[in-house]
């Protein structure tokens, strides 16, 4: 490795474990320390900070001039929804003030213990992502104590749409699916309309998919002539991804994250999601 390379460390969290990873190819990553939260059941944002406060990397970060972080959060951890723009918004504060605003409608509480993050837009309709400042101070703190820089935080979502947007459609979703936590992006248009993560009871058949989106589609209902465009755009590390070329009658495609291997096999079940998560935020 070249001394003015950086080495770039891979961060995957869930509510119930940890895992970071060396390297940035699929074939190359490393794991070097991984954390679980106790008990799982109950785990908490707050119990998740407390376990990535006793991450150990097994190994040092040597030959490297710097160490960046990069971290990739499970949805169920961040509330992401969609933000229209007041007319004549013109500042980076009057975005802001439009996501707090939407956040508290859509949440019943003042948005002050998030850290909202967007591509702030002011002429179209754009996703903001808040993610609680307890753990962004603790991935923070986390950096600091190991000399790293901390590179990005990113939901899930966000980095499977910045990983392949192309593969975004234009109308119709694009759905993310890590462990049991399964998001749906509505677009229409080119544009985001409606967002929604859930976290499912157990893996989904194909039936229990199209029945999911069928519900979706109530949920955002539009002018006959827009569902004849609509497409289906698959992504993450889930076994449960279809691989059918339609479903719920709509066009489907999946493109499948590399973590989708067998490339954590050896780390506990809590663990493998946080995992696949990690390598998510490896460079393509």
């Not at 603790?138 to 499977?160: H, K, M, Y």
């Not at 409606?194 to 199209?210: D, I, M, N, V």
């Not at 569902?227 to 059918?244: F, I, K, M, N, V």
Request: charged share 20%; net charge neutral.
């Amino acid at each position: 490795m070249s001394r003015f390379q950086a080495e770039r460390l891979l961060l995957g969290c869930t509510a119930a474990s940890a895992v970071v990873l060396a390297g940035d190819a699929s074939a190359a990553c490393q794991v070097v320390a991984q954390t679980t939260v106790e008990p799982p059941p109950t785990a908490s944002v707050a119990a998740l900070c407390a376990a990535l406060g006793e991450l150990k990397p097994a190994r040092p970060t040597a030959g490297a001039r710097r160490t960046e972080l990069h971290v990739t959060v499970d949805d169920g951890l961040v509330r992401s929804f969609v933000v229209t723009p007041p007319n004549g918004a013109r500042g980076l504060q009057e975005l802001r003030a439009a996501a707090a605003a939407r956040f508290a409608v859509l949440y019943g509480e003042s948005a002050e213990p998030w850290l909202l993050a967007a591509d702030w837009q002011a002429s179209a309709p754009f996703i903001a992502s808040a993610l609680p400042r307890q753990l962004c101070r603790e991935l923070d703190s986390l950096a600091r104590t190991n000399r790293w820089q901390l590179g990005s935080v990113c939901p899930a979502l966000v980095r499977s749409w910045n990983r392949d947007p192309l593969a975004v459609p234009d109308d119709g979703w694009l759905i993310v699916g890590f462990g049991l936590t399964l998001t749906l992006a509505h677009t229409c248009n080119a544009q985001p309309v409606a967002l929604r993560t859930e976290r499912l009871p157990a893996a989904p058949g194909l039936a229990e998919l199209a029945t999911l989106l069928e519900q979706e589609r109530l949920r955002t209902p539009l002018p006959t002539d827009a569902h004849a465009r609509q497409r289906l755009s698959w992504t993450g590390a889930a076994d449960w991804l279809p691989e059918t070329a339609t479903v719920a009658g709509l066009a489907s495609r999946t493109g499948a994250h590399d973590s989708r291997t067998s490339h954590f096999a050896s780390l506990p079940d809590d663990c493998r999601v946080a995992g696949q998560l990690a390598l998510a935020g490896s460079q393509r």
